[in-house]
């Protein structure tokens, strides 16, 4: 009898490790629902609202999070640079007020997050990477049934090469031209700037900022010049800046 048990426990292993273990399959099946059919709970949504207010008003008093936010404010202002990214409960509920209710509204943000999510959580703007024991096949055959209800997504168009031939038009940084519409982060009026700043905190700091090209732009992703720049301004030999 024990024999037979010993058999019947080993076969069960060998079926396992054949094929998708039942653990993997229902981690891919839940972590796809979060892509298919998400709650967004208006519960969970002021939670969050709230949380990141939390972590603005924390920083309000942070030196390094006071100075960036200066230099954002000195950058075009057409430029994405310069908008508010960390948002508080203000603004992402386009200050909305409570009034005597009392009662927690969102301002439309659940609203925003749904709308967000149909625009761009589809197949077409993502990548999933399996790594298990079982075949290709049979993983492939797993995500096929747990994430085929994902939208796929409107096929994602290319953008225009500027012609070679209209020498005046053509821009010397792809990416930063044709996504942002020609407007740079510090154009030339926003250089060569002196900033002093009363810090929060005892300290006493300098900071030198060149303005440089995106670094994933299309013209120097390959060369990644910055690196060669990082290196010269952070050689400690002597005579260099951080020899001193």
């Not at 709650?39 to 030196?63: C, G």
């Not at 303005?211 to 060369?223: F, G, N, Q, Y």
Request: charged share 25%.
């Amino acid at each position: 009898d024990n024999d037979d048990n010993d058999e019947s426990e080993n076969d069960d292993d060998t079926e396992e490790e054949d094929g998708v273990s039942a653990a993997l399959t229902g981690a891919l099946d839940r972590f796809a629902q979060f892509f298919i059919s998400p709650l967004f709970n208006p519960n969970m949504v002021q939670r969050e609202l709230k949380a990141i207010d939390s972590e603005y008003k924390n920083a309000l008093s942070s030196d390094m999070w006071r100075t960036y936010m200066l230099l954002k404010s000195s950058s075009n202002p057409k430029h994405p640079f310069s908008k508010f990214g960390c948002g508080n409960y203000d603004t992402l509920t386009n200050f909305v007020n409570v009034g005597n209710s009392g009662k927690e509204e969102d301002g439309g943000a659940r609203n925003d997050l749904i709308q967000f999510w149909q625009e761009k959580y589809t197949g077409s703007n993502m990548k999933l990477c399996v790594y298990g024991k079982a075949s290709l096949d049979e993983l492939q055959k797993v995500v096929e049934q747990t994430f085929g209800d994902v939208r796929p997504g409107l096929p994602k168009s290319t953008s225009p090469t500027p012609s070679s031939s209209s020498s005046s038009n053509k821009q010397l940084f792809t990416t930063e031209s044709t996504k942002y519409n020609n407007a740079v982060a510090f154009p030339p009026s926003s250089l060569s700037k002196i900033q002093e700043v009363i810090p929060v905190a005892e300290q006493r700091t300098i900071k030198i900022l060149f303005a440089t090209p995106p670094l994933d732009d299309e013209d120097i992703v390959d060369s990644r010049p910055y690196r060669v720049l990082s290196h010269l301004l952070g050689h400690e030999s002597v005579g260099r800046l951080l020899f001193f």
